[in-house]
């Protein structure tokens, strides 16, 4: 399981931008508000977040914890609110899909590799392929996206313990 850290500090600035889709009525697959917050940690300059997400349970001036990755551009995984005792799982609420786009750039050139390789048979063997390449794949991303979640949770809970001076969590396991 990945490493996880924890920024604490206030929000001096929240804003909230709205994706406009140019298909009249219909939903977007994904988040369409995507929300930048400015904290100010207690011990070192503020920080930029960004969060792709429909849930903010935070306004400006509360005490929040935010839940992070250890990449490069560190990706939002939860929000602690210490103001309102509120918070939020976004691998859970916000999940990527488990297919991708580029699961389906891989389908054209596979296909022709083995229509070449072994021509009609080829061909038949391709839809059980792909079928079993989507299957595994989404398996695969859907095991991992709720073991995050778990991990996140315990994170959650950790920090609404710390809050409450030990007694229980914010969110069930």
């Given amino acids: 399981m990945p490493t996880l850290h924890t920024v604490h500090g206030r929000i001096l600035d929240l804003r909230r931008h709205t994706n406009v889709h140019l298909l009249y009525g219909h939903r977007p697959l994904g988040p369409s508000d995507r929300y930048e917050l400015w904290i100010q940690p207690s011990d070192g300059p503020e920080r930029k977040f960004m969060v792709n997400t429909r849930i903010m349970p935070a306004r400006r001036g509360h005490v929040v914890s935010l839940i992070v990755s250890t990449h490069k551009v560190p990706r939002v995984l939860g929000l602690v609110n210490g103001s309102t005792i509120d918070g939020v799982n976004y691998v859970r609420t916000d999940a990527p899909p488990l297919i991708r786009v580029f699961d389906f750039l891989l389908l054209p050139p596979s296909f022709l590799l083995m229509t070449i390789l072994w021509g009609n048979i080829g061909m038949v063997l391709f839809i059980v392929?792909?079928?079993?390449?989507?299957?595994?794949v989404s398996l695969w991303r859907a095991m991992w996206q709720s073991r995050l979640a778990r991990h996140v949770d315990r994170v959650i809970n950790a920090l609404g313990k710390a809050a409450h001076g030990g007694y229980g969590g914010w969110m069930s396991p």
């Fill in 129 to 136: 392929a792909v079928l079993a390449y989507l299957l595994t």
